[in-house]
């Protein structure tokens, strides 16, 4: 959780920050003669807090490159999650900050400073939404997918998931000696006569019926083109329909296929959060190194032409 | 079969070197940042970054410098030193503005290494400017990229920063009052103290203007009876055709000023100057009169010496055709004319205060003939065309000059018809108003009726000025019932709201002050 208790001096810090930035604003606009200007010495205060927190929250991924880092010559590296935290505040202190710098102006349409403050409000509102998404989504993940596992690491399970419902298919439908033959009451001396178990030969078949037409396609394939195990709903539905089906035997079975069944589901949904998770980024990091790299070209040449 | 899932069964199932390996998703990500990186340095090279143009432009330049948009050089020079930083030089507007000074009190830097803002030094000796001096620091004021209103540095805030307390600004003990920072009557001093002087025993404005005029007699004529009187002697100073409109030569000629008073314009028309009357017959020459000698009248409206000119050259003339049959007679004719003429003007009685310093005495000539008979006969005329009733001591104050009379400057039209030279009004601007608006200052008690306004004894006197100050008072009829009331620029001219609601007329230092002043400029 990147939002909670833990975060409280952070949050604190930051409204401070932020309130004392526009209660400094107000006064300097109003000692202003023709406004605010990134050039003034006011502005350049806050051009360069502003610069800074920006900075700051773009080390973070250099900062998570080098997880195991404990110092930085003699200073402390700080804990990836203090730099996660700094990362999350001081970028959101940022922007009103650089709108201070700017005035709260987006200079001249097709200027540098135009595209700087149009990038920085698309990576400071994409860092929003993942703020919203990071706070939201693991902890469903937590309620939701118990059989939750490394992102990373899916096809290797899916592969083992295959693998033991294959044997456990296999070993359920293997026809076995003893059960080869039904065995019949007669009167004693009456020879005994073995027939066919009719009944667990049409359970076998059925379970292997519904490996191949089901359970192979929903673990091989994209698990909603069967819609009967798509679901918990409909996977309850479906393999309680099979169980009265199927003999005491293959009960066991049964429940265990069921169980990695619902481990294939829980993979698939994991898949879609990771996804809402991680996709945010690929917006969100590009163009904040975009962003710092022209906001340095900035830096370089509003000093110059001061 | 039961499946195990314990812990250790689960880890088990795990690749436990899949850290080492970048995820697909990373590598999209870092594949992204790369690209993302590109794009930006690509766009700013291929929109000019390199090359320092527009991409860098926080506004739009004013109109005036749009040639210059372009090309920051122009005036991102940095004082051409060719250093790192490429500020905007004082150099770079004074390569095209002048950039005069603005008050010849105010501190001064000796170098541009001394320009202080701050510190209230904002001009810097310069050596090859006219006036020793210009303006420095011309950013301080006049900001670019932020739109015209930036860029003519009009804010009262930038005159507040040294009227604020001028005397941090001056070199000495300044004129001005030592604060002014608002245009309020308790903010701002009055109008024209430079003109101000004691006269019976109050402190009004005085007009230097030397000329004897009596509006009370004028304004009693049927021909000024009607509201809009005043227009017909003082009407503005349009915009001569040989003046483009708008154009930022003088002020002069705008429309903003009343026009200077004209003799052959405004008073010609009643008053024409004649020569005095002297008839002759002499024994030996022709009935010789006034008129034969001056034939061409009315007498020119000219200065003194070139009525003496004009009065020789037709002396001269005159006796040419005329003839006389001998010296004797001439001479004759020359000793009786200026006989009479000396006699007469020992008799001229002329008004109080005709006279500035001792009184021209007419001589007799010394010779009757030749040149110097008929110079002393022009010399006489002139006096006489001076000091005759209808004649230049009507008007003008008279003196004496090696001996011979002139008539004191007027220093019409060439005396400044701004009475409140530090500032600028506009009388076009203004043209709603009726001229009594401003320039009545008279007390009710002393007026009984509008054609009573003549009668103001003030009015005798053309040296009083009756434009308004900052406060002043207004009489104002409403049928027979005269009534003052205080009045004050404030009234429209001021920030915020008017009683009615509605948005006060500009009252910022530029409307009626300017900074560079444009007397100091090369």
Redesign the interface.
């Known amino acids: 959780m990147l939002v909670d208790r833990n975060a409280r001096g952070w949050i604190v810090a930051t409204i401070v920050m932020f309130v004392a930035s526009v209660g400094l604003y107000i006064p300097y606009v109003a000692s202003t003669?023709?406004?605010p200007?990134?050039g003034s010495a006011a502005g350049l205060a806050y051009g360069v807090v502003g610069s800074l927190f920006m900075l700051i929250a773009v080390l973070l991924g250099l900062r998570k490159r080098f997880r195991t880092l404990q110092k930085i010559g003699p200073i402390p590296a700080g804990r990836a999650h203090t730099w996660m935290q700094a990362h999350v505040w001081l970028g959101l202190l940022s922007y009103p900050v650089i709108l201070c710098h700017a005035g709260f102006r987006f200079?001249?349409t097709?200027?540098?400073?135009w595209?700087i403050m149009w990038?920085f409000t698309v990576v400071f509102v994409s860092g929003i939404v993942g703020l919203v998404i990071q706070n939201i989504i693991p902890r469903t993940m937590l309620e939701r997918l118990p059989l939750e596992?490394?992102?990373?690491?899916h096809g290797?399970?899916l592969a083992?998931l295959r693998g033991?419902v294959k044997?456990?298919v296999d070993?359920a439908t293997l026809e076995k000696d003893e059960e080869a033959f039904e065995l019949e009451a007669v009167p004693a001396g009456a020879a005994v006569v073995t027939s066919p178990n009719a009944r667990l030969l049409q359970a076998r078949e059925q379970l292997r019926a519904f490996y191949e037409d089901d359970l192979k396609r929903f673990l091989d394939d994209d698990p909603r083109s069967v819609p009967r195990l798509a679901t918990a709903r409909t996977a309850a539905g479906t393999f309680g329909s099979i169980r009265a089906s199927m003999p005491a035997s293959l009960l066991?079975?049964i429940?265990?296929i069921e169980?990695?069944v619902a481990e294939r589901r829980q993979i698939m949904q994991q898949r879609v959060m990771y996804h809402w998770l991680?996709?945010w980024?690929?917006c969100h990091?590009?163009?904040s190194?975009?962003?710092v790299?022209?906001a340095a070209?900035h830096a370089f040449?509003?000093?110059?032409?001061? | 079969m039961a499946i195990k899932r314990d812990v250790k069964t689960l880890a088990g199932r795990l690749d436990r070197t899949y850290f080492e390996r970048q995820s697909t998703i990373r590598r999209i990500r870092v594949l992204a940042i790369v690209v993302c990186v590109a794009a930006g340095l690509g766009w700013w090279a291929m929109a000019g970054g390199v090359t320092e143009g527009e991409l860098y432009n926080p506004g739009h330049v004013s109109g005036p410098h749009a040639a210059f948009e372009s090309n920051c050089a122009a005036c991102h020079s940095g004082n051409g030193k060719g250093g790192f930083f490429k500020t905007v030089s004082d150099t770079s507007c004074l390569s095209c503005h002048d950039g005069s000074i603005h008050h010849v009190n105010q501190k001064l830097a000796a170098a541009h290494a001394d320009i202080d803002p701050k510190n209230h030094v904002m001009a810097v000796a310069d050596s090859k400017h006219p006036f020793g001096a210009t303006s420095a620091s011309c950013v301080s004021c006049h900001v670019e990229h932020r739109g015209p209103e930036a860029l003519r540095g009009t804010s009262d805030a930038n005159c507040i920063a040294c009227h604020g307390n001028i005397q941090n600004a001056s070199m000495s003990n300044p004129h001005s009052a030592d604060k002014i920072v608002a245009f309020t009557v308790a903010d701002h001093p009055e109008f024209g103290r430079k003109l101000v002087q004691e006269v019976d025993g109050a402190k009004r404005p005085f007009d230097p203007t030397v000329l004897e005029f009596n509006h009370r007699k004028h304004l009693a004529l049927e021909q000024f009876s009607s509201a809009d009187s005043c227009v017909k002697c003082h009407a503005v100073d349009d915009v001569p055709a040989t003046q483009p409109a708008g154009s930022m030569a003088t002020a002069m000629g705008s429309g903003k000023y009343i026009r200077p008073i004209d003799f052959n314009a405004h008073c010609a028309g009643c008053h024409q100057i004649a020569g005095p009357s002297v008839v002759l017959q002499t024994k030996r020459g022709p009935r010789v009169t006034n008129e034969n000698l001056l034939a061409e009248t009315p007498i020119p409206h000219v200065p003194m010496d070139a009525v003496r000119a004009y009065a020789a050259a037709h002396i001269g003339k005159s006796i040419a055709d005329k003839g006389f049959a001998d010296a004797r007679a001439l001479e004759d004719f020359v000793k009786k004319t200026t006989d009479k003429l000396i006699a007469d003007a020992g008799k001229a009685k002329l008004r109080d205060g005709a006279w500035t310093g001792d009184p021209a005495k007419p001589a007799a000539p010394t010779k009757l003939s030749g040149g110097e008979g008929q110079g002393a006969m022009a010399d006489l005329y002139a006096h006489a065309i001076a000091t005759s009733a209808k004649g230049c001591v009507l008007c003008h104050s008279l003196e004496q000059a090696n001996g011979v009379v002139q008539t004191v400057s007027t220093k019409i039209p060439d005396s400044p018809r701004r009475w409140f030279a530090s500032s600028e009004f506009d009388h076009r601007a203004h043209r709603a108003m009726n001229c009594v608006e401003c320039h009545a200052n008279f007390s009710p008690e002393k007026i009984a009726s509008v054609r009573d306004i003549a009668s103001v004894p003030e009015l005798e006197k053309t040296s009083f000025i009756s434009s308004p100050g900052l406060t002043w008072q207004q009489t104002v009829q409403s049928g027979d019932t005269f009534t003052t009331r205080a009045r004050s620029c404030v009234e429209c001219h001021h920030a915020g709201k008017t009683a009615r609601g509605t948005t006060g007329v500009a009252s910022n230092c530029v409307s009626c002050h300017q900074f560079h002043d444009r007397g100091k400029e090369r």
């Open positions: 003669v023709h406004g200007s990134g200079g001249m097709g200027s540098l400073t595209a990038l596992t490394i992102y990373e690491q290797r399970v083992l033991q044997a456990i070993d066991p079975a429940d265990d169980h990695l991680h996709l980024l690929l990091v590009p163009l190194y975009a962003l790299v022209l070209i040449q509003a000093v110059r032409y001061l």
